[in-house]
DNA sequence: TCTGGGGTCCTAGGACCC
DNA sequence: TCTGGGGTCCTAGGACCC
């Protein structure tokens, strides 16, 4: 009996979201992303299904969508509605007994072991239904025999449906995909790939292991041929993750040229970091400023705390001299400050 | 009408040490 | 004279994901 896993994954999420609330949007084209302005910068953080038959999708400028799609409804980000929608959905998943690893707003895995099931895909339209009666939310649910395929699966079960992905079928539905269907693989390491002649998931699955550890290192270049064959044995877990780093960043309407305006600026990303890891029960051990200047590349310095403080001025004194090492002779769309957590 | 903001993890190269 | 072979730590950048 394998041990089910499921991933579910909450349909176009921050759009359904923002309907619930605003019912006469339902059946419109919604984006939402930035302040709600499509002239401004920023990017679509979710789009409703109807604004996707006009070619707006997530990670679009917005600017772009706006030209695809003017008569959407474009609506600012608000993150703590999209928080309470997702506690209350991840609430739900816990109640039916599943151990619940929640991977941000919007997806989490179920392990389902302790839960006896002859028909996987039953259970899962029971969770489906949980949800939408509790929350009047869609979700799709991947059925997998383990996390990276159940991942898979989720995406091939939108929207409000059910899909079942297992060592059975992987090859007769992944074998033949570019191998940026795989989860870990993007548009940089896909296009690595096909320089080497791997340009499927079963080409990948079959690849020569040196010549992978030769191109991409000892320990990704295994991983990335064990991503195709969908093996995976990592377990669902619920553990509390505490957080590697807490970091503040915005790109600015206008490029800043002024060295003192940049000070400035950093100066207050500086002090929302410090107010953010005030909660947090580890100090800081280094400071990153990250600067991306005109047209769009992005440098980073840091600068290691000795001792390890969440100090406010400390934290600012860091940052500062961080941004002391870059040499700012061109303008500056966007900066940011992140704080590095002790272990 | 260019390209957000929040993160994580891995790698390469230099410094440094024995 | 013409310079080893580890190992670790730190830093910057790259890639990826939601």
Redesign the pocket.
């Known amino acids: 009996v394998p041990g089910w896993v499921f991933h579910v ?1 909450l349909d176009q999420f921050i759009a359904a979201v923002e309907v619930l609330r605003r019912p006469e949007l339902r059946g419109l084209p919604v984006v939402v ?2 302040d709600g302005d ?8 979710t789009a409703s299904y109807e604004a996707r038959r006009y070619g707006v999708g ?7 969508a ?2 695809r799609c ?1 008569d959407a409804v474009f609506l600012p ?1 608000d993150a703590p509605a999209y928080h309470e929608a997702s506690r209350e959905v991840m609430q739900t998943l816990r109640d039916t007994g599943a151990v619940v690893e929640v ?5 989490a895995f179920l392990d389902i072991k302790g839960i006896q099931t002859a028909d996987p895909e039953a259970h899962a339209r029971d969770i489906q239904r949980a949800v939408l009666d509790r929350t009047a939310l869609w979700c799709s649910i991947g059925v997998g025999d383990n996390k990276h395929r159940a ?1 898979l699966a989720s995406a091939f079960a939108k929207p409000a449906g059910v899909f079942r992905l297992t060592r059975e079928n992987w090859r007769d539905v992944m074998g033949h995909r570019p191998t ?1 269907a ?11 790939l096909a320089a080497l002649g791997i340009g499927t998931v079963e080409e990948l699955a079959n690849a020569d292991a040196a010549q992978l550890a030769a191109s ?6 295994p ?1 990335l041929r064990h991503l195709a064959t969908g093996e995976d044995a990592s377990p669902v877990s619920d553990a509390p ?12 309407q206008e490029n800043i040229a002024d060295p003192k305006r940049i000070r400035e600026a950093v100066v207050r ?1 500086a002090q ?2 410090s107010d ?1 890891i005030d909660g947090e029960e580890r100090p800081a ?2 400071v ?1 400023v ?1 600067v ?1 200047f ?11 705390l000795k001792p390890p403080t969440s100090a406010a001025d400390d934290i600012t004194a860091a940052a500062l001299a ?1 941004l002391d ?1 870059f040499t700012l002779d061109r303008s500056v ?2 900066l ?1 400050v ?1 704080a ?2 002790r272990r």
Request: zero cysteines; charged letters at 30%.
């Open positions: 994954d992303g930035g499509p002239t401004k910068r920023g990017v679509v953080s997530s990670g679009m400028p917005l600017r772009t706006y030209k003017p980000v991977l941000g707003w919007d997806e991942k940026e795989l989860w870990g693989i993007g548009v940089k390491t896909a296009r690595k991409f290192g000892p320990n990704t270049g991983w993750y505490p957080p590697r780093s807490r970091g503040r960043e915005e790109t600015y990303l929302r970091v953010d051990v280094r990153v990250k991306r005109a047209p769009f590349f992005t440098e980073t310095h840091g600068v290691a961080a090492r769309r966007l940011g992140r590095e957590l």
